[in-house]
C-alpha cells in the first residue's frame, strides 16, 4: 500500500475494501514518540505523522471508519484532551489527496485546542471530518442522512472521547440525523433542546476582535470604516449585518456560490454593500483597499502570494486556519505591518455556544455574554488587546503568542475528571477497537 498519501479518498476507500479493513486507527504513544497504527499495512501513514513537524503536534488519536454504503471516509481527529473530552464540528468537504485529509482534520483539531483553552471552556480539542465521495449527490436527502447516521454511531464508538457539532458543510438538520445514533454531540436543534446554528455568535465574537484590533491601533470603533469580507455564508452574513448595524461606511464582499452572493445583496440592498460571485481561484478580494480584511470562508488563504496583495490594517474573520503556514504567514503579515487577530481567537462563540448545552439556558447567559464583554480578562476583546500588545512589545507574530498562551492553557487538567480522554483511547486500543464495526 505505497503511495497511499498521494491517492484521492476514494482511491483510498476501495483500497481499504480490497483489504477488508472498515475501521481504523493512528495513536500517539508520548512516551516512545511513536505513531501506533491499528493495521500493519497502514504503517506508512504513521509514518508520515511521526515524521511531520507542521500539522502532527502530539495528536491522541486519529479514529476512521469507511460506510458501509455509499463509500465515505469519515474520521475523528483527537488533539488533546488534558482540559476535558475532545470537542469540535465535523466538516464535510471535498478533499484531492488523502494528505489534504489528514492535514485538514489535523490542524482543526489543535486549532481547536487552541481555541477551547483560550476560552476557558473545560473542553479539549478534537474535529470531524469526511470526505465526499464524487459519485455521491450531497444533496441527496437519502444519502446525507445515512452518512449522518452513520457518522454518529461512529462518534458512539468513541466512548465519549470525542464530542461533535456543526462545522462547514454540516447542517443542523444533519446534527439531528447525528443526534439520533449518540448523545456525544451539541448543536442539536433547538427544538430538541441543543444550541442550534452557532454562526451567528460566531459573528458576533469576529466583531468584538475587529473593535479590540481597532482600539489597539488607535482608529476608534467600527463606525466609517471599510471591511472586505470573503465568504457570506453561515457566519459572512451575519456579520456583515452586524457590521452595518455598529456604522460602517461599506463592505466589499465575495463568494463562490451564486446563490448565497444573491441571498446577501438581497438581504443588504441599499446599505453599502458590494458583492461578488467568484470563482475558487479569484483572489481579487485581497486587494480590495479596506481598513479591516476578515476571512469568513476556507483556509489556508494567506500565504506569500496573497499576502503581498493585502491593501489592510487589519486581518480578523472567522475561517479556520488562514495561515497556509503558520510559521511562515504569520512573520510575512507582521513584516507588512498588518495586525493579524488569530482565527482561534476570534471565532470562539460557536464552540461558547454548544459548550454548556447539557446545563440548560438562562436569559441573557452570564457564561455566554462576559465572551464578549470589554472586562472580563479572558474575553475576546482584552484577549486580543493582550496579544496584540505583547506583539508590538516583542516585535514577535501574534499567531505565535496567541498560541503560547493556548497551549499552556491546554495542558491544565480537567478539575473532576482529569485526563480522561485518554484513558478513553486507551480502553479502546485495548479493546481492539477496530474490529468491532
Not at 475494501?17 to 500517539?28: D, G, K
Request: proline share 5%.
Amino acid at each position: 500500500m505505497a503511495g497511499l498519501l498521494s491517492l484521492s479518498p476514494s482511491e483510498f476507500v476501495a483500497l481499504l475494501e480490497h483489504e477488508n479493513i472498515r475501521r481504523f486507527y493512528f495513536v500517539y504513544d508520548p512516551m516512545r514518540r511513536v505513531v501506533a497504527s491499528s493495521h500493519p499495512s497502514l504503517r506508512p501513514i504513521a509514518k508520515f505523522l511521526e515524521d511531520d513537524h507542521r500539522d502532527f503536534s502530539g495528536h491522541e488519536g486519529l479514529f476512521f471508519q469507511v460506510t458501509e454504503k455509499h463509500a465515505t471516509l469519515q474520521g475523528a481527529f483527537v488533539h488533546r484532551t488534558c482540559r476535558g473530552q475532545a470537542a469540535g464540528g465535523v466538516r464535510y468537504w471535498a478533499y484531492d489527496t488523502v494528505e489534504d485529509f489528514l492535514r485538514d482534520g489535523l490542524r482543526l483539531a489543535r486549532g481547536m485546542t487552541h481555541k477551547n483553552a483560550l476560552a476557558g471552556l473545560w473542553w479539549g480539542g478534537g474535529k470531524g471530518v469526511m470526505a465526499r465521495n464524487p459519485a455521491i449527490d450531497p444533496g441527496d436527502p437519502e444519502a446525507r442522512s445515512y452518512l449522518y447516521r452513520e457518522y454518529g454511531k461512529f462518534i458512539s464508538s468513541l466512548r465519549g472521547c470525542y464530542v461533535t457539532a456543526e462545522d462547514v458543510g454540516t447542517s443542523v438538520p444533519d446534527i439531528a440525523e447525528v443526534f439520533s445514533r449518540t448523545r456525544f454531540t451539541t448543536c442539536i436543534p433547538p427544538h430538541w433542546g441543543g444550541s442550534g446554528n452557532p454562526s451567528i455568535p460566531t459573528a458576533r465574537g469576529v466583531v468584538a476582535g475587529m473593535e479590540a484590533a481597532l482600539e489597539f491601533l488607535g482608529m476608534s470603533g467600527l463606525e466609517g470604516k471599510t471591511v472586505a469580507v470573503q465568504g457570506t455564508g453561515n457566519v459572512g452574513g451575519p456579520l456583515i449585518g452586524f457590521l452595518f448595524e455598529k456604522g460602517v461606511k461599506a463592505v466589499t464582499a465575495c463568494d463562490i456560490n451564486p446563490e448565497t452572493a444573491a441571498a446577501a445583496r438581497r438581504d443588504f440592498a441599499g446599505r453599502g454593500l458590494e458583492v461578488q460571485t467568484i470563482a475558487r481561484a479569484d483572489d481579487s478580494i485581497f486587494r480590495a483597499a479596506c481598513d479591516i480584511f476578515s476571512p469568513n470562508a476556507t483556509g489556508a488563504i494567506l500565504n506569500p502570494r496573497t499576502i503581498p496583495l493585502l491593501r489592510t490594517k487589519i486581518v480578523c474573520g472567522a475561517a479556520n486556519n488562514q495561515l497556509e503556514d503558520p510559521a511562515r504567514d504569520d512573520r510575512g503579515l507582521l513584516e507588512r505591518g498588518i495586525a493579524y487577530v488569530p482565527d482561534f481567537l476570534v471565532n470562539r462563540m460557536g464552540i461558547v455556544n454548544a459548550a454548556n448545552e447539557q446545563y440548560g439556558y438562562v436569559r441573557n447567559d452570564p457564561l455566554f455574554e462576559r465572551h464578549l464583554s470589554r472586562d472580563w480578562d479572558r474575553s475576546i476583546f482584552q484577549t486580543t488587546r493582550r496579544v496584540l500588545e505583547e506583539s508590538r512589545a516583542a516585535g514577535r507574530p501574534t499567531g505565535q503568542i496567541a498560541v503560547r498562551l493556548a497551549e499552556e492553557l491546554s495542558f491544565e487538567k480537567h478539575p473532576i475528571f482529569g485526563h480522561r480522554g485518554r484513558l478513553i483511547i486507551d480502553s479502546l486500543v485495548e479493546g481492539r477497537w477496530h474490529e468491532c464495526a
